[in-house]
């Protein structure tokens, strides 16, 4: 492989703002997927995750995909996303990375996934890193002009009220915010230098467990949270985790009267042999193998306020923050009926929405 910008390369990021800015910025939808840049030459292709890994050999049915519809010669930043129905599905995504090569290329039949393509940092023996980002979008669109499912050019827009009902809209379809690029920025790595306006919610939650930290014993590594459901069966949601070491250490002493070994915890290992979702079958991490997934169980009577941006099915997509402590919220009460109910939004009028 001989490109003008060579792997591995990290790829521009984004820092989290509240408000959609109102000029001089690209507007684009914030994609739920695995962050990947592209780098094609010829018949080699290379796919590298956000933080570098080698991630070719898990979307087989994408090397095709770019050997026959991307530039001969190009490096693309984008990212890796599986459709459930008329929504994306991160679970599935996750299924992908997978040590068993017939089991990738048994998922990549089942659960095909799709590359949108987001910008260009080089084509032919030219790097456009150096260029704005509206010459490198008017660039995109001129290279990528022809192509079909399952490669896709975001779509873009210099309007925000545009992209005010695009954050609202297509979160229905499993996307999660809106990205804004100076339209006068180049394209720096590792840097960030676009802005991200995600959605923000609050939920009380039943705290019913945590793990203990990385350091030792002695200190709260997270908490484990949970929601009741309509049958009444308490479900791990997330876990919250940003402490400092003192207060790792006082929460620590101040859980340990909850403690409790009986088998009638909500999350005993006989609830998660009937397929109840608990820590030890909710949290395993492909990217992370071999990880502790093992907890202490705590009765549940403690209720915390946590904010958290969307659902993944029953749990949160990322790791909740935590808000405040609800002493005068019975846990009985904190049932997923107090989340908010997203509009559904069909994916395709998404992608068609270019």
């Avoid at 001989?2 to 994609?31: N, R, S, T, Y």
């Avoid at 949601?237 to 006082?250: D, L, Q, W, Y």
């Avoid at 019975?330 to 068609?352: I, N, R, S």
Wanted: aromatic share 8%; with cysteine; hydrophobic share 40%.
């Amino acid at each position: 492989m001989d490109l003008p910008v060579m792997p591995p390369v990290k790829p521009m990021l984004a820092k989290p703002v509240a408000k959609i800015p109102q000029k001089g910025h690209l507007f684009e939808p914030k994609w739920d997927g695995f962050r990947a840049v592209v780098f094609r030459d010829g018949d080699d292709v290379e796919i590298g995750s956000r933080n570098t890994r080698p991630m070719t050999r898990y979307f087989p049915e994408l090397v095709d995909a770019f050997r026959g519809q991307l530039p001969r010669r190009c490096v693309l930043d984008g990212e890796i996303v599986i459709a459930s129905t008329d929504r994306l599905d991160f679970e599935a995504l996750q299924q992908r990375i997978h040590p068993a090569d017939s089991r990738v290329r048994l998922l990549s039949h089942e659960t095909p996934a799709s590359f949108v393509a987001f910008d260009v940092l080089a084509v032919d023996d030219v790097d456009v890193r150096r260029e704005s980002m509206a010459r490198r979008r008017a660039l995109l669109e001129d290279v990528l002009g022809d192509v079909v499912a399952p490669v896709h050019v975001t779509p873009a827009t210099l309007d925000p009220a545009v992209a005010a009902r695009w954050f609202t809209e297509f979160e229905g379809a499993g996307l999660d915010g809106v990205i804004a690029k100076p339209v006068d920025g180049v394209y720096q790595p590792d840097k960030r230098t676009m802005l991200k306006i995600k959605h923000v919610r609050t939920a009380d939650c039943v705290v019913a467990g945590y793990r203990v930290h990385k350091s030792g014993p002695g200190r709260v590594g997270s908490l484990l949270l949970g929601l009741y459901n309509a049958d009444g069966d308490l479900l791990n949601v997330g876990a919250i985790g940003a402490f400092s070491t003192k207060r790792r250490e006082e929460l620590f002493g101040e859980l340990q009267p909850l403690v409790t070994d009986t088998d009638d915890h909500p999350w005993s290992r006989e609830r998660q042999d009937a397929g109840k979702r608990t820590p030890r079958n909710a949290e395993g991490s492909r990217w992370a193998a071999g990880k502790d997934l093992a907890f202490t169980p705590l009765k549940p009577r403690l209720v915390a306020e946590v904010s958290y941006d969307h659902l993944e099915g029953d749990r949160f997509r990322h790791t909740a923050q935590f808000v405040r402590w609800r002493p005068d919220r019975d846990p009985d009460t904190c049932t997923y009926a107090q989340l908010e109910e997203v509009v559904k939004f069909d994916l395709a009028d998404v992608l068609g929405s270019r």
